[in-house]
């Protein structure tokens, strides 16, 4: 660009003319070295206060404190620990909290979810209202209240260990939590989970085989049936086989309370009922979505052809309403995992509530224990999204 | 011809028999719809055997066993009494004011009314005067609600004036000087910079004006009043972010587009508990000694900077469905990237995600809710914190204070759903020809 000569403004149209102020390529540049200038100035102006403040203060900063005893209990806990045990293990039970309720929750969120889904669209007068009821209730209440009132409202009025409701014999329900009878393995019981291990890569195995040679030779085979059933036989055979090398401890009432069996912790019941009930609420319209969005005149091709109503759904309703279904519905598994971090309000050793919450407070190291708490669900996050970003590529429709 | 012969031709219609009483009226519609096929017939009655099993006894609990007056608990543990009414009567104003003073609530009354005064309008889509009213209510409304909330008389030093008017001249001289030297006439852009300079001083004046209010403290303030605060100037202030990251991911400035993406991914990625113990916990960190924010204040700026991500990607899926020509006749006309976006495409992407940005709100309106973690205390903050009270302890006495603050949400979010749905096939029928 030549310099500027007399020009004004009003020639804003004349190359020569010009002044740099129209030029997109300066303006692009100021503008962009304006926005970093003010960003890098406002983060320095914080991370200043921050070191001072936390000198005055006579913080530590670092991350030392992840060595030192942490000196607190944890109420459920499926890595070894005790109250010995550094603040890195105690940040390891959070996480595996949290990863274990966000899993099951997705789990029963999604059965839930895809039931409620298509009973909405039933024919069924009866069944759509029930299941319009439920979506409207339970995804118009904020979860926090759902789940205080499933902690506070339901399970902590519970009759005490020995009142306890026994729904099924060993099976207790009391205001201490479900108490299950506990699963003890004998020499020999490994062997049915490698059984159930290789019946589930048979399985997968046999529905690869079974889709390539429908491609090649258009014959089928009942791949899902023999899939379940190999699941469910194999390691039942196994068990047989072995001797029976499990048994089951029952719980006994001691004194004021139950002596041995798994408790499931209330704590942990509410944030599961309330997370999936709520999370299936959203699913049900993500799945009512999606199938309405194939259109009908698929289903109408498909009967023209002479599919049967039930190879219409499997061949050419569902796959279609998948591709709908799944990206929503990640962002609702996300949702889940994320929400699942609401168990500080209800005392769930969490990941928040363990290491935002007792950890932070007794180190006082808040940033170090913030940044990481939130480093934690953005690469949950970021690693799913990208996981999405990559199967939406797989399945989208290749247009012209 | 002699039709008469033609035994077999009819000459007038055969007289008409009502259907068959199974398919007409009830009966009719009960075979067809709950009962056609013996699949269809078991689902019916587990249906209601599902509903036998659930609503007698839910009607019971809450209307029928439930007690209505009283003045304490010894009402409400009486052996099969129901749902305890008589605590949230006893309890109505703390859940909806708070503690705010017993003389001043007229002032949170006539904010309310003010905001429906605004809202109503802004709402119908055939009432006139759109910009005015929405004018009115993200200037006009923010203001008077601050004064009429906290009493306004904000303590304003003459210092924070000095450096308020040496700034304000220096972005002037600036401008100016950034005028003169690109040889652009110098008046237009001085003025508008005057204006803004003016505006915000203005806005201060105003807070600073005593007018006669009783200052009352945010520590005072609750229940629905605080829900209702903070989702409110939560989608208020994340409205205009939102408008900037949105216009930020999708800039061709790398560096710009760069930071847009990573501020919006970073506040989607993770959970609002998270950002309020961070604003709570972390803020006054960053702060210069002496500057305190207060607690309210501290879960606002978390809550705005969490839903303006939020904002941001419903305000970019509206202006990613403004088809190409747009943009480019608005570059066609010579029109400025700023003028563009404000005159063409801005008016035609927002109009679009309404139902997105009602949606959001929802979303925050039930968020707001956390907010009682980092010890505020909102309509659920309120109502677990009544639980304590020793006076109208009883087993009954939480289920009832849930089952009403659910009610309150869920009238709120419902509304707000079905206005959403409202707008969307409005604008959808637009669309279709």
């Known amino acids: ?400 | 011809m002699d039709t008469g012969s033609v035994a077999y031709v009819r000459t007038e219609d055969a007289p008409q028999y009502a259907p068959p009483s199974t398919k007409t009226g009830a009966v009719g519609w009960i075979r067809d719809n709950l009962f056609d096929s013996v699949a269809n017939s078991i689902l019916t009655i587990v249906g209601i055997a599902i509903l036998a099993l659930i609503v007698p006894p839910v009607i019971n609990w809450l209307f029928i066993d439930a007690v209505y007056t009283g003045d304490s608990r010894d009402a409400c543990v009486v052996e099969g009494a129901g749902a305890c009414w008589a605590f949230v009567n006893a309890k109505f104003g703390q859940f909806m004011y708070g503690r705010y003073p017993l003389e001043e609530r007229w002032r949170v009354d006539l904010t309310g009314i003010l905001l429906i005064a605004g809202l109503v309008p802004a709402a119908i889509p055939q009432v006139p005067f759109k910009r005015e009213t929405v004018l009115y209510l993200i200037v006009v409304f923010p203001i008077a609600g601050f004064v009429l909330l906290t009493g306004g008389n904000v303590d304003i030093s003459a210092g924070f004036w000095m450096t308020y008017a040496a700034l304000s001249v220096i972005l002037l001289a600036i401008v100016a000087a950034v005028c003169v030297n690109a040889k652009i006439p110098v008046v237009r852009p001085l003025a508008g910079v005057a204006f803004g300079v003016v505006a915000v001083a203005l806005v201060f004046a105003i807070a600073a004006f005593d007018f006669g209010l009783v200052y009352v403290e945010t520590q005072l303030w609750g229940g629905l009043l605080v829900t209702l605060v903070v989702a409110i100037v939560g989608i208020v202030a994340s409205f205009p972010v939102g408008i900037v990251l949105a216009l930020g991911r999708r800039s061709h400035l790398p560096a710009v587009r760069l930071i847009s993406v990573i501020f919006i991914e970073f506040w989607r990625g993770v959970p609002l508990i998270t950002v309020l113990f961070m604003s709570s916990v972390m803020l006054p960190l960053f702060l210069p000694d002496g500057v305190n924010f207060d607690k309210l204040l501290r879960a606002l700026i978390g809550v705005a900077l969490f839903a303006s991500a939020y904002m941001a990607e419903v305000v970019r899926g509206g202006l990613q469905a403004i088809s190409k020509g747009q943009y480019e006749a608005a570059d066609a006309m010579g029109l400025s990237y700023s003028q563009g976006m404000r005159l063409i495409i801005l008016p035609q992407a927002l109009k679009l995600v309404i139902p997105g940005i009602v949606n959001t709100f929802i979303g925050l309106f039930k968020d707001t809710s956390l907010v009682l973690i980092i010890g505020l205390f909102d309509l659920l903050g309120i109502v677990t914190l009544n639980f304590s009270d020793a006076n109208w302890s009883s087993p009954n006495t939480p289920a009832t204070g849930f089952i009403f603050a659910a009610f309150v949400f869920w009238i709120f979010c419902f509304g707000m759903s079905r206005y959403s749905m409202y707008m969307e096939r409005r604008l959808h029928r637009g669309h279709a020809r």
């Open chain 1, 1 to 400: 660009m030549t310099p500027v000569s007399s020009a004004s403004g009003e020639h804003a149209g004349d190359e020569a003319g010009t002044s740099w102020f129209y030029n997109p390529r300066v303006r692009g540049v100021v503008f962009q070295f304006l926005v970093v200038a003010a960003l890098v100035g406002v983060v320095a102006f914080f991370a200043y206060n921050a070191k001072t403040n936390l000198e005055r203060a006579g913080i530590a900063s670092g991350l030392g404190f992840f060595s030192e005893r942490a000196g607190f209990d944890i109420s459920q806990t499926l890595v070894p620990y005790t109250n010995d045990s550094t603040y890195f293990r105690a940040f390891l039970v959070g996480l595996v909290n949290t990863l274990l309720v966000a899993s099951i929750g997705i789990l029963i969120a999604t059965v839930i979810g895809f039931i409620v889904g298509v009973a909405r669209l039933s024919k069924n007068f009866v069944i759509r209202q029930l299941a319009q009821l439920y979506v409207e209730i339970l995804r118009n209440v904020p979860l926090l209240l759902q789940l205080l009132f499933w902690y506070k409202a339901v399970l902590s009025v519970l009759p005490s260990p020995r009142q306890s409701l026994e729904p099924m014999s060993g099976v207790f329900l009391n205001n201490r939590g479900l108490i299950l009878p506990e699963v003890i393995g004998q020499p020999g019981s490994g062997l049915i989970g490698y059984a159930l291990l290789a019946a589930i890569a048979a399985a997968f195995g046999i529905s690869r085989w079974a889709r390539a040679r429908q491609l090649a030779t258009g014959k089928q085979f009942p791949s899902l049936i023999v899939g379940l059933c190999l699941i469910v036989l194999l390691p039942l055979l196994t068990f047989f086989v072995t001797g029976m090398p499990v048994d089951l401890a029952y719980a006994e009432l001691k004194g004021f309370n139950f002596a041995g069996g798994m408790v499931v912790n209330p704590e942990f019941m509410a944030l599961l009922l309330g997370l999936s009930l709520y999370t299936a609420a959203f699913i049900a319209e993500i799945v009512r979505a999606g199938i309405l969005a194939v259109s009908h005149g698929q289903t109408e091709a498909a009967f023209s052809l002479g599919l049967r109503p039930r190879r219409t759904l499997q061949l050419v309703v569902i796959p279609q309403a998948m591709r709908v279904i799944i990206p929503p519905l990640t962002s609702q598994y996300l949702n889940l995992t994320k929400n699942s971090s609401l168990a500080v309000a209800i005392g769930y050793p969490d990941i928040v509530a363990v290491f935002a919450g007792t950890v932070l407070n007794q180190t006082g190291q808040a940033v170090e224990v913030i940044i990481i708490t939130m480093l934690v669900y953005l690469t949950i996050s970021l690693s799913t999204s990208a996981f999405m970003n990559w199967y939406n590529r797989r399945v989208a429709l290749v247009e012209r």
